[in-house]
């Protein structure tokens, strides 16, 4: 990647999976990032799900919730105990808020100021989006933030009963208060999910056919092996490029 000659700056994927532990979440960076300034997103009020692009999501399949936000932020949105993570599911709160930092140290600073450090605590340095170049490989901007959302994908999401799943993506402190519609808006995106996956971002995907390119009715969608995958991708660049310019 070629380097800015004001930022280092790289986009940020971050995948969110549970481990086979019953309550543990895990994360996979595929990418890291510096910062030094940012627009950041504006998470979706409290109650607010819009289900084909969800500013914010969860990974609840089994006994956790953990929420997260699409700039790759923990949140304290969605759920309704408003906290970050519960446990044990649809009770107390069990982590307030979390984040990942990161930073480095580079010769390619000024000496007075060696050190770049980015990620999330309770502010957060990112903003939802891929970062863009021109046809050199120079950084030129970020896309629009308000094209992305917490991508979110289950292998068995046209055969399981999702009404627990529901519920809590909706904030019920019950496991069966979804409706049939909450269920099945619910349904309606695990499917868009799978079948408009980011390959083209980078996004991790089984490769069943091994023929590089992804295809919603052979490949799997997520981190192989993984149940479920939550992913976001974020970056630090705060001028904002459409295709036809910048605003």
């Known amino acids: 990647m070629v380097k800015s000659s004001v930022y280092k700056l790289f986009s940020t994927m971050i995948i969110w999976l549970p481990l086979l532990f019953d309550n543990v979440p895990s994360f996979l960076f595929a990418r890291g990032a510096v910062i030094t300034s940012s627009e950041l997103s504006v998470p979706e009020a409290t109650g607010s799900r819009d289900i084909m692009n969800p500013a914010v999501s969860v990974v609840n399949i089994n006994n956790m919730a953990y929420w997260i936000a699409k700039d790759g932020a923990g949140t304290t949105q969605g759920s309704p105990n408003g906290q970050q993570a519960d446990y044990p599911i649809f009770t107390g709160g069990f982590i307030y808020e979390d984040g990942m ?135 630090d660049v705060p001028t904002i490029v459409m295709l036809m310019g910048t605003f």
Do not use: C
């Open 101 to 235: 930092l990161w930073g480095v140290k580079s010769n390619q600073y000024s000496a007075a100021e060696p050190v770049r450090v980015g990620g999330s605590t309770y502010s957060q340095g990112m903003k939802a989006g891929n970062v863009r170049y021109d046809g050199s490989g120079n950084v030129i901007g970020s896309d629009d933030p308000t094209k992305h959302h917490v991508w979110r994908v289950r292998t068995d999401w046209n055969t399981a009963d999702l009404t627990r799943d529901a519920s809590n993506f909706y904030g019920y402190s019950s496991p069966t208060a979804a409706s049939a519609q909450e269920i099945q808006n619910v349904k309606d995106q695990y499917e868009y999910d799978w079948n408009n996956w980011r390959a083209d971002l980078d996004a991790p995907y089984d490769d069943v056919d091994n023929n590089g390119s992804y295809d919603p009715t052979v490949d799997v969608p997520g981190y192989p092996g993984a149940e479920p995958t939550v992913w976001t991708i974020s970056n």
